[in-house]
């Protein structure tokens, strides 16, 4: 006997689209048994008229032939009743019974997701800065009821479905097993034409018609037993916002409702729930109705960070590598919107396609966690504290930022003190400027930066480059000789902001030039911070991800007559939306031209060994922010010797 497909009563609550597709083939089914039904009582019904008929004609025939009047009066009469009763009869109680209860639960299946469509889209507008608690408690209420009445109705529904497999397969055979039953009593009398084999395939017939009445029953009990469990959940299931459970920040497949924000005009926006999942590399978007998702956004090499919009709450946004294609999506609540952050932040590191990605996903949040763990010594080094002369500074490196071949790769404790500080943005406290104008002495910057102008007015160099970066942050490092203290640095810095939920990053115009680093604004053109070049000791791009560089700047602390005090080192960290080996070759020829100054015949072989456009511009890297450090906006960034 084939297997009966039934709808799975834990997917209820869930609602995907999946589930909707699922569900609309078994009512397209339940469609089809009706007009089926339909049809089929009407033929039965036409053959209960005939064989009435027939009944009728057969009286009128006895009274002509007396002897026989009572016998074949009978006989019509009971083949006339049996039809009725054993086919007429069990086909108009199904239509009218199971067909009719589930329209009847459609539609209030129907309504029931109406409600909570309705109110999740009132709980979505939930406002976050100005919250009344009042107001959003009784939205909660009203998600949790509407979620409650929807889950009951769609179980009901999902039952009623479930048994109509079972019932339409009896409902279909009981006419037919009762007609021929009718035909096999008229004519009992002629044994002979009733062969055993007949006699044996009834009985077989009815006994498969028990036995799917008994899987039937077992079927219903299974079914009131689940409902009852799944019934039993506390309400907080059934409230957003609400989820105990901890967030998840290993997986790399992630599925669920959305709200997308789309524009419908130049100023306006709306906001659509539609379900989204991601597949491989993909995200993908699946409209309530449809059969298969589409796909929305290619993730591999993508950003995710979060935004504020609109005063909406758990917003983030998605931009592709290239930064012309983003969209900003809002979660149903804090876990969900983490948990969001993190798959897609894991599918973008292509994770997915290595050979145990799971592993992989795990190995890479534990070191996450190791990263902004303190090491304690008699973990890591068996032999004491680290050496101090690794700190202070040694022999300036080349300008093209190679690395120094050591015997032995460093220890963590020995590029960056444990418990080192993280700075996120680089916004200076009001009190670092308290005694910047104070008369002799200069203060103490913990980025590095020197009071040396480094405006764009006092800036005569032969190279200006603006790229497009992010600020992650900084720290301050032990030494600034080795390319290991930035990579260390870029460790500490993505995880710390892994594990604090720090995803939100400002987008900056970084200008290098041959005297100095100037971080701009780009919507005021304001400078944030800046760093003459001589002071940038190391260099380099992360040897995996492209897009992350970084840079060590050394600093000194002045005393109160001018007095030179130790070195420092800070370590910066930022998000390109190219590569940044582009950063990186800049910089090195910027401190090339800062040394070929000294010497101008080393300059002029210097920019002759530079490639010139058609207009004897020197050509450097194609343009990233659209304008450049005077206002053009060519294709690709020049300066003029």
Excluded at 99 to 113: D, N, V, W
Excluded at 202 to 207: A, E, I, K, P, Q
Excluded at 321 to 329: A, D, H, R, V, W
Aim: with cysteine.
């Amino acid at each position: 006997m084939p297997a009966v497909h039934t709808l799975l009563l834990e997917e209820a609550l869930q609602d995907s689209p999946q589930t909707r597709s699922l569900l609309s083939v078994f009512e397209e089914d339940a469609g089809t048994l009706t007009d089926y039904t339909n049809q089929l009582l009407q033929s039965m019904q036409r053959v209960y008229g005939a064989q009435s008929e027939m009944g009728l004609a057969t009286e009128q025939l006895s009274r002509q032939l007396l002897e026989y009047e009572k016998q074949l009066n009978t006989l019509h009469s009971e083949l006339a009743t049996q039809m009725a009763d054993r086919m007429i009869f069990p086909m108009i109680q199904f239509r009218e019974k199971d067909l009719t209860e589930i329209s009847t639960l459609r539609e209030i299946f129907g309504i029931a997701s109406d409600e909570h469509e309705a109110a999740m889209v009132k709980y979505s507008r939930l406002p976050k800065k100005k919250e009344n608690e009042k107001v959003k408690a009784e939205l909660v209420g009203e998600v949790a009821y509407s979620r409650r009445k929807q889950h009951q109705a769609s179980m009901q529904y999902y039952c009623a479905l479930n048994a109509l497999q079972y019932r339409k397969r009896v409902a279909m055979l009981e006419p037919m097993l009762g007609y021929t039953q009718a035909q096999i009593n008229f004519y009992k009398k002629g044994i002979d034409l009733v062969s055993k084999k007949m006699d044996s395939f009834l009985g077989s017939v009815s006994s498969m018609t028990q036995n799917i009445q008994a899987q039937l029953d077992s079927e219903a009990e299974a079914m009131r037993m689940t409902q009852r469990e799944l019934l039993s959940m506390e309400d907080t299931v059934y409230m957003p916002d609400r989820d105990p459970a901890p967030v998840n920040r290993t997986l790399i497949q992630k599925a669920g409702y959305l709200n997308i924000r789309n524009k419908t005009g130049l100023v306006t926006t709306a906001w659509d729930r539609l379900y989204f999942f991601t597949q491989g590399g993909n995200l993908m978007c699946q409209p309530r109705g449809a059969v298969a998702g589409g796909m929305v956004l290619d993730l591999d090499n993508s950003s995710v960070m979060a935004v504020e919009c609109e005063d909406r709450r758990y917003c983030f946004q998605i931009t592709s590598p290239n930064g012309k294609t983003s969209m900003i999506l809002q979660a149903e609540s804090k876990r969900e919107y983490e948990e969001w952050i993190c798959t897609l932040n894991n599918i973008s590191r292509q994770i997915y396609l290595t050979d145990n990605p799971e592993a992989v996903a795990i190995r890479l949040n534990q070191t996450a966690i190791q990263a902004v763990t303190p090491i304690t010594s008699f973990e890591k080094r068996g032999e004491g504290s680290p050496n101090p002369d690794r700190a202070k500074p040694g022999g300036m490196q080349s300008s093209s930022g190679a690395s120094q071949k050591t015997s032995s790769a460093p220890e963590p404790e020995d590029l960056i003190v444990p418990g080192t500080p993280i700075q996120f943005d680089i916004m200076l406290p009001a009190s670092e400027f308290q005694d910047q104008n104070r008369a002799g002495g200069r203060r103490t910057n913990p980025f590095g930066e020197t009071d040396d102008d480094c405006s764009p007015e006092s800036d005569d160099s032969l190279l200006q480059q603006v790229f497009a970066v992010r600020f992650l942050g900084s720290m301050a490092v032990r030494s600034g000789q080795t390319q290991e203290v930035i990579y260390e640095a870029m460790r500490q810095v993505l995880a710390a902001r892994a594990i604090h939920n720090i995803f939100r990053t400002t987008e900056s115009h970084l200008m290098v030039t041959s005297s100095c680093l100037r971080l701009i604004d780009p919507q005021t053109q304001v400078t944030r911070i800046g760093f003459q070049l001589q002071e940038v000791t190391q260099f380099v791009a992360h040897q995996e991800n492209g897009r992350l560089m970084g840079f060590v700047v050394e600093g000194r602390d002045w005393g109160e007559d001018d007095e030179e005090g130790e070195p420092s080192f800070s370590a910066f960290v930022f998000e390109s939306n190219t590569e940044g080996e582009k950063i990186c070759y800049t910089i090195s020829l910027g401190k090339d031209i800062m040394e070929a100054k000294k010497d101008p015949e080393a300059l002029v072989q210097l920019l002759k060994n530079m490639p010139l456009t058609n207009e004897g511009k020197f050509l450097l890297l194609d343009n990233e922010t659209g304008n450049t450090a005077n206002g053009g906006a060519p294709d690709e960034e020049e300066s003029e010797a």
